[in-house]
């Protein structure tokens, strides 16, 4: 079994900052890309940023200079700095992994159970 488990979701102020981390635990031979996607109310899932295992970024348009993706190889996690925050960013926060569960074998895509982000005064 593998699980994704976000943290470091919550309430924050318009220009506020939040930091979401996002675990890997289970059967893991290796972790390829991970990346962070939102929802918003009556909205479709989109993607916030991604990171390549070499450490490649890309953002969305409407996070970038805001936000920063960052993952720690050595311990299957993925971080997202979320700076100056902005009520739009109110979501759903979802951490993605693809994951290779053994040696030569297929990789698979695996999410977290979301943490919600609030930005209101």
């Known amino acids: 079994q593998v699980q994704l488990v976000e943290s470091g979701g919550g309430l924050v102020q318009p220009g506020g900052s939040l930091r979401l981390s996002c675990a890997a635990s289970?059967?893991?031979?290796?972790?390829?890309?991970m990346a962070w996607y939102r929802q918003a109310p009556g909205k479709q899932r989109e993607l916030v940023a991604f990171i390549t295992r070499g450490g490649t970024t890309k953002y969305a348009d409407s996070v970038k200079g805001r936000f920063t993706i960052s993952r720690d190889n050595a311990k299957n996690t993925v971080l997202l700095q979320m700076n100056s925050l902005k009520p739009e960013d109110t979501a759903v926060y979802y951490c993605?992994?693809?994951?290779?569960?053994?040696?030569?074998?297929?990789?698979?895509?695996?999410w977290g159970q979301g943490t919600q982000v609030t930005v209101s005064s």
């Open positions: 993605n992994a693809d994951i290779m569960r053994v040696a030569g074998g297929h990789q698979y895509a695996y």
């Open positions: 289970g059967s893991i031979f290796s972790i390829n890309a």
